[in-house]
Structure formats: structure tokens, C-alpha cells
């Protein structure tokens, strides 16, 4: 919560018509204080009801099992969840909310199917001791590498995550819902396709 004020005031200052200086625009203003707000009323939502009997579920209505390409929300979102250390225990209550916040707007912006298999893909990486440190950061690592592909899309990228993939599913300590997060995520990328299936 104290992040996404930081990160309000940062950039109200270069949107601000007072602050910003001649040129600069209300209607921006307007916007960017509309979003902090509707952020704001989301996250308060999610922290204070929305959660299932767990604690840990996404909030309700997340695309509704509605079918089609993830738009650029979802891979922004994955993006900010990696940034956040994803996966890992937060330490303390202020790194849990951030945490937290960042995994509820992802699994909004995935939708039902690949949200479960984010919260599945999570528990088998938290679960994995010293000797699963390698398999971790392969996992990790191909999340990352398909946020880049989606943002530059070289073949050669292709073809590395292609051959990761297989290289994913080859391994025992790595559980399904993280072959199946990276599978789905990768067909939404349109890798795979070609072959008929990815190893999983």
C-alpha cells in the first residue's frame, strides 16, 4: 500500500498542472488520480473481504473463464510479481501486502484456470528446499524470459524457451502446476502451437 502512494506521488509530480509546469495537462492528472484511486478501492476489496475462507484465493469475477489472448495487463502483472520476488515468504506484514496485492492483481488479470495454476506453480516452488534451488531458478528464469519474448518477440527467443520448456517438464522435483503455468502461459504466446503440444 505504502509503495503504490509512493509511486502516486513520483508521478504525480511529472503530471500535476501545478507541479509539472506549462504544458502539462488536468485531464492527465485526472486520469492518473482516477486509476490511484480505483487501485486503491481494489486492494482495500481484496485485503478486507474479497478473499475466499483461506486468505488466498483471487477476488471474485477475474475474466470469468472468458477464453482468448491475455492482454498486456496480465504480462505487466507477471512482470510485477517477479519484481516482487515471486515466489517467496514475505518477512513482514508491509512486504506481505505488496506481495499479496501484486499476486491478486496477476491472478486477475490471468483468469480462473491460470490463476489456480499460479497458486499451485507457487506452493511446489516455496516447498522445494536447498536442493530444488536450481529447479526454482529454471522456473523463475523461463517466467521471465516469456514477459521478454512478449515484449520483443525474437526468434531465437522462440526457440530457447521452447527447448527450456521441455527441459521443465524433464524434471521431477518441478511439480505440475508449475509445468502447467508455463505451458498455458507459453501457448498464449503462441509457442508450441507449431508442434502440437508442449512436453508437460
Request: with cysteine; proline share 6%; aromatic share 8%.
Amino acid at each position: 500500500m505504502e509503495e503504490l502512494k509512493a509511486e502516486f506521488k513520483e508521478l504525480a509530480k511529472t503530471s500535476h498542472p501545478d507541479l509539472a509546469g506549462p504544458g502539462s495537462s488536468s485531464e492527465a492528472f485526472a486520469e492518473l488520480r482516477s486509476e490511484y484511486e480505483e487501485a486503491l478501492r481494489a486492494f482495500a476489496k481484496y485485503r478486507f473481504g474479497a478473499r475466499g475462507a483461506s486468505g488466498a484465493e483471487a477476488a471474485p469475477g477475474a475474466r470469468a473463464g472468458a477464453p482468448g489472448p491475455l492482454g498486456g495487463e496480465a504480462w505487466a502483472c507477471l512482470a510485477l510479481f517477479l519484481k516482487r520476488g515471486f515466489p517467496k515468504a514475505p518477512r513482514h506484514e508491509k512486504e506481505a501486502a505488496r506481495y499479496e496485492y501484486a499476486r491478486w492483481r496477476l491472478g486477475e488479470a490471468l483468469g480462473p484456470e491460470l490463476a489456480e495454476c499460479l497458486s499451485g506453480c507457487e506452493r511446489e516452488l516455496l516447498t522445494l528446499g536447498p536442493e530444488g534451488e536450481e529447479s526454482r531458478g529454471e522456473v523463475v528464469g523461463l517466467l521471465r524470459e516469456l514477459v521478454e519474448y512478449r515484449e520483443k518477440g525474437l526468434p531465437a527467443m522462440r526457440t530457447h524457451i521452447l527447448l527450456a520448456l521441455g527441459s521443465v517438464a524433464a524434471d521431477p522435483r518441478i511439480g505440475g502446476g508449475s509445468r502447467s503455468l508455463l505451458r498455458g502461459l507459453a501457448f498464449e504466446l503462441g509457442i508450441g502451437l507449431e508442434i502440437g503440444d508442449i512436453p508437460g
